[in-house]
């Protein structure tokens, strides 16, 4: 599912949603291999997202009505471009919101203040 050098599948697992819609945001339209050399690149090769993790994710992302899909024909092949929809980019700020909040929460967990009490 991931290929990743430093992390767990599990660590990585409910991640892939926020990964991909704020990649998209960034980057605008893109086609899923595009997606996994962008995140493969920006991750100095510590995050390796493989095609059966990928395109299960689009497509559920696309079925919520998060993408919209595109198909555009590259010579004899076909590619399928993904950019946010509108409810797309609304759920790229709650995504990430809530993502940096539970990296907050495990901070406290991981590296919690000492009380003077």
Do not use: W
Request: charged share 25%; aromatic share 8%.
């Amino acid at each position: 599912m991931y290929n990743c050098i430093m992390y767990s599948k599990q660590l990585l697992k409910g991640s892939l949603k926020t990964i991909i819609l704020t990649v998209l945001k960034e980057r605008g339209r893109m086609y899923g291999y595009e997606i996994t050399q962008h995140v493969k690149s920006i991750t100095e090769e510590g995050l390796v997202l493989t095609e059966g993790a990928l395109y299960p994710a689009l497509h559920k992302l696309e079925a919520e009505g998060f993408l919209l899909a595109e198909k555009e024909s590259i010579g004899r092949r076909v590619r399928k471009y993904y950019s946010l929809s509108e409810k797309g980019m609304e759920a790229v700020a709650e995504k990430v919101n809530e993502f940096d909040a539970f990296v907050q929460m495990m901070q406290l967990i991981l590296h919690p203040k000492t009380s003077k009490s």
